[in-house]
């Protein structure tokens, strides 16, 4: 069965204590509003506004050295992350819904559900 994913969102990992004044510095820095200073009313996570066609830009509070991954959104996450160990890339973590994988360039990144309520554009359709 066919599935879909696409580039969904760009994750800004902090190393730090607060996040507010660094959601205030790369809005200030990409000119993007703040969409939430804390999307999830526990401080770990911010969000800034980008447009219907554009990435997301999400920042995450985390105990890792501060660095930036990628998240796919997908209809169909065991078929993306399938077809992604296909390509040679490992599962690492099952977090809540979503897989973080490893590239075999070792980079880190998510598959995660459709974040948007329309797929949208530069969709790519997996047979």
């Known amino acids: 069965?066919?599935?879909?994913?696409?580039?969904?969102?760009f994750v800004l990992d902090c190393e730090v204590d607060d996040l507010a004044p660094h959601v205030a510095f790369w809005?200030?820095?990409?000119g993007?509003?703040?969409g939430t200073a804390d999307a999830d009313g526990d401080?770990?996570?911010g969000e800034l506004r980008t447009a219907a066609d554009e990435p997301m830009l999400?920042?995450?509070?985390?105990?890792?050295?501060?660095?930036?991954?990628?998240?796919?959104?997908?209809?169909?996450i065991e078929a993306e992350v399938a077809r992604?160990?296909?390509?040679?890339?490992?599962?690492?973590?099952?977090?809540?819904t979503w897989w973080v994988m490893e590239a075999?360039?070792?980079?880190?990144f998510?598959?995660?559900?459709?974040?948007?309520?329309?797929?949208?554009?530069?969709l790519n359709r997996w047979d």
Request: hydrophobic content about 30%; proline content about 9%; some cysteine.
């Open 1 to 9: 069965m066919p599935h879909h994913s696409r580039l969904s969102t």
């Open 27 to 30: 809005s200030q820095a990409l």
């Open 32 to 34: 993007k509003p703040v």
């Open 43 to 45: 401080g770990r996570y």
């Open 58 to 76: 999400l920042l995450q509070k985390v105990a890792h050295p501060s660095r930036i991954h990628l998240d796919i959104e997908t209809d169909d």
């Open 84 to 96: 992604l160990e296909g390509l040679g890339a490992k599962r690492i973590e099952q977090i809540s």
């Open 104 to 108: 075999p360039s070792g980079h880190r």
């Open 110 to 122: 998510c598959v995660v559900r459709p974040q948007r309520e329309a797929f949208g554009p530069h």
